[in-house]
């Protein structure tokens, strides 16, 4: 735990290279599902969750490919994903599902990232159903959106995301059906 109260601070370092190995090495201890947990008990203000989002969301950041790339690997466990998901829910005007959609959305929101894994860090998320509801929310059109990153070739990593996140919504049972996802697909093809 010692370590990662360090590495916390090193993510923001004025040193871009120290930075850079700082993200690396995070990515690197996300891969363990404990470290993930960890993460979200580390005394930091914002949390390291709202960090990375809005790190993220800023369409200058420096390091925003490797802040995608450990939310997604702490998404992947099920009761991260869920925290992540109700962060994002209180926060909603700042780090919100609207915004993340709209900086995927947006090729070359940021000139020093792809964001590609964004895509991996949405199908994570859609484990939730409360991330779900908000990509099947009707208002948003957020699936119609994301349908076209289906056939995207410039990234198997984001496309794959996307397929995984609408595969997720396919397990939706509440008001917002199967049947009209279908509906969605079939309109687009």
Known sequence: MAMLEQVKFLLQDESVSITRDAYIAVINLTTEENICEKLFSLNMEPDVVTYLLQYVLKEDSLHADPACQILSNISRVESC????????????????????????????????AQLHFLGPFLSNLTQAPEARFHVLDRRQCVVQRLLTYTEY???????????????????????ISLERLFTLFSRNN
């Open 153 to 175: 070739e410039y990234s198997k990593v984001r496309r794959g995301g996307i397929v995984g996140a609408l595969r997720n919504c396919c397990f939706e049972t509440g008001v």
């Open 81 to 112: 994903a869920g925290k992540i998901v109700r962060t994002m829910v209180e926060k909603k005007d700042s780090i919100g599902f609207q915004q993340l959609i709209q900086v995927f959305c947006r090729e070359n929101f940021n000139k020093n």
